[in-house]
């Protein structure tokens, strides 16, 4: 008998036929609607496979029902939407796709920055509105990138590649981790500075560190209170990280210029949250690796694990070893 698999959304078509070469593959069809809890439920007690994205919540009770399930493989790097410990406890490999979605990541996340500092969609709107009835020297103007400061606080691999942008655009990088890369300082030309130094200096402060209970609530009040008034924070990270109700008042009292968001703590965000009714809020519905090439290539590097832990081998990028 074959393996069974379920995906919980629509994926690139190669990747499902890879799966369906030697599995009985199910997938949820509705692009617009994530799967439903219950039936998540039912799939997950007959499941081999479970193929999930980062907006399926897989905790510790929905794994208790999995008797036969092998392997969760999340199709994002970022796996906190997955209890890890109740996971490991029931022998299940949790595979996440590291790695080949970091340049598209920092392409998005050096986008949102531009965008936010020179304001580009609040212009786009203004001209679209019928607002632009003359050209003045102070129209829209907004912050520079070049010689400025960009403070990095998670400096992995899509950090790094954000930081390679940067240097190109003339930028002083500097960064904070809870170790220092002292490769990564050479070979790119960057600087570990503590947290507080680089809140109290950096003139884009980007966040890239994974959610987890470490980092939930990183950024608050106390942050913002010590970052310079014009700078920007960009977070293409996960919206838990930074404390939302602080950042809308630090934008409000004006204790920093701007803010550029790929991820909310909910997501969809709803649309009467605060955050969305600042012109300097530049918004995205969390599409940091969203190409066409990179959510292919990531679909394949998930069905691959997936194959592999369903086969009994060890998969290539298992978060639970
Ligand atoms: P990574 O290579 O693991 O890098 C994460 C970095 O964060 C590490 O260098 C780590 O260094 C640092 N870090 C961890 N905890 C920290 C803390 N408490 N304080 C300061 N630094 C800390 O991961 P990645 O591939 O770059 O991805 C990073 C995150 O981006 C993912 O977890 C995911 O949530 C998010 N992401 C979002 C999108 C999107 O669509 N918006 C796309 C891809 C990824 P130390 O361990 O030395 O501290």
Redo the contacts with the bound molecule.
Sequence with gaps: MKPKVFITRQIPEAAIRKLEETCEVAVWKYEDIPVPRDVLEKEITEAHGLFCMLTDSIDAALIQKANKLKVISNL?????NIDIEAASEKGIKVTNT??V??ET?AD??FALLMATARRITEASDFLRAGDWKTWSPMLLTGQDIYNRTLGI????????AIARRAIGFNMNVVY??????PEAEESIGLTYVS?DELLQTSDYVCI?????N??KN?IHAEHFKMMKENAILIN???GGIVNEKDLYDALINGEIWAAGL??FEEEPVPLDHPLLTLPNVVTLP?????SISTRSIMAEVAASDLLKAVNGETPVHLVNP
């Design positions: 994002a790097v970022g796996y906190n590291p790695g979605l970091t990541t998005l996340t606080i998670g400096l992995g691999r899509i950090g790094e904070h981790n809870r170790s220092r890369k947290m890239m560190t994974p959610y987890t470490e980092t990183l293409t990270a996960r790929d991820v969390h599409i940091g690796s969203a």
